[in-house]
């Protein structure tokens, strides 16, 4: 479990119990499901945020991912933070009460709980940030290199399984990645994806980050100027939002086989990732902040979410486009 210090985060039972509560809280504005399950056999949850849960409502639809990297527990909350905020909020205010009624919003608060539970078995931190998937040399597939999008492409990787940036034997091959490509996939309703946006929670370094990664070009197949300039334009203003850096993926390294390269590629879903505090750290400390700044750096991208999910109708109308 967390050590002390740390025991505001939620182990992988502690976040299925608050997600419990929030459905018998709001039955009216969520459903809870799983997509499948991780290697050992865990559960990757599901929330649907909207009026009318249990219906497909024909509402532009956002999704939240966290915890790809295990160590990166503050994402979780982040998660839980979202989950909580457009619940709970719902009856006394009136923006979070229209975005509810007009989006549906699903958020998956742990896509890596093996990883997550492994870094914390022994009470103290290991680091760990790859799945728990073996390999022929070592443990571990690093989910955000293992996207089918330009899959080990070009440097942006590694083949040896110790890595941790190990890409994995194939593009899905962690089942983990492979559950939420099914339930993205699933999304295509009647041969439109509904998904419009989708922010991948990350720490840290205090960046929003938007594709491709894989390349150094701000264009490259499948994203023209036109497109580049709507994922700048909405990346810079929702940084001024929350005070991170906006930049391309591969302005911090380039990266193959990540969520946001596959999330646009294959169905064009504005897709960023959010990495979140501290700016800066020595080494692994970084990954570790006390829980006593989890209020504060969840709260800190309200605004910034609120700002997508405003625009997840039509992100490029940022622009002054239209859709
Ligand atoms: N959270 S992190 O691993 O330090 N940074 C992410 C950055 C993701 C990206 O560049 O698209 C990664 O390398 O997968
Ligand atoms: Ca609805
Ligand atoms: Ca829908
Ligand atoms: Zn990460």
């Not at 083949?159 to 190990?166: A, L, V």
């Not at 701000?218 to 850096?245: E, H, K």
């Not at 992100?315 to 002054?320: C, D, N, W």
Request: aromatic share 12%.
């Amino acid at each position: 479990d967390f050590p002390s210090g740390y025991t505001g985060y939620h182990n992988y039972a502690e976040m299925v119990s608050e997600l419990n509560q929030a459905v018998s809280d709001h039955p009216n504005l969520l459903t809870l499901r799983s997509i499948g399950k991780s290697y050992q056999g865990r559960d990757i949850w599901a929330v649907k945020i909207s009026d009318n849960p249990g219906s497909d409502e024909a509402e532009p639809e956002a999704l939240f991912t966290c915890n790809q990297h295990a160590r990166e527990h503050l994402t979780v909350e982040m998660c839980l933070h979202i989950v909580k905020r457009y619940t709970d909020n719902y009856a006394s205010n009136s923006t979070i009460r229209n975005t509810v009624d007009s989006r549906e919003i699903w958020v998956i608060p742990s896509v890596n709980p093996d990883g997550a539970e492994y870094d914390i078995a022994t009470g103290s931190f290991r680091a760990w940030r790859k799945n728990r998937q073996p390999n022929s040399t070592a443990v571990g597939t690093d989910p955000n290199r293992n996207w089918g999008h330009q899959w080990g492409c070009c440097g942006g990787s590694s083949g040896s399984g110790s890595s941790d940036t190990y890409r994995g034997t194939a593009a899905f091959s962690a089942p983990e990645v492979a559950r939420v490509r099914d339930f993205t996939n699933s999304r295509v309703v009647g041969g439109v994806q509904q998904i419009k946006s989708h922010i991948d929670w990350h720490t840290y370094s205090e960046l929003i980050l938007w594709p491709y990664g894989y390349t150094y070009n701000d264009t490259a197949p499948g994203l023209d100027a036109t497109q580049a300039n709507v994922f700048q334009t909405m990346g810079r203003r929702m940084a001024a939002l929350n005070g991170y850096t906006p930049q391309q993926a591969s302005d911090l390294y380039v990266t193959d086989g990540s969520v946001d390269d596959w999330m646009w590629a294959a169905h064009k879903i504005w897709s960023y990732t959010f990495e979140m505090y501290p700016k800066s750290a020595s080494g692994t400390s970084g990954f570790y902040p006390r829980d006593t700044q989890i209020a504060t750096q969840t709260a800190r991208n309200d605004t910034a979410v609120q700002l997508l999910l405003d625009y997840t109708d039509c992100v490029p109308r940022i622009t002054g486009r239209t859709c």
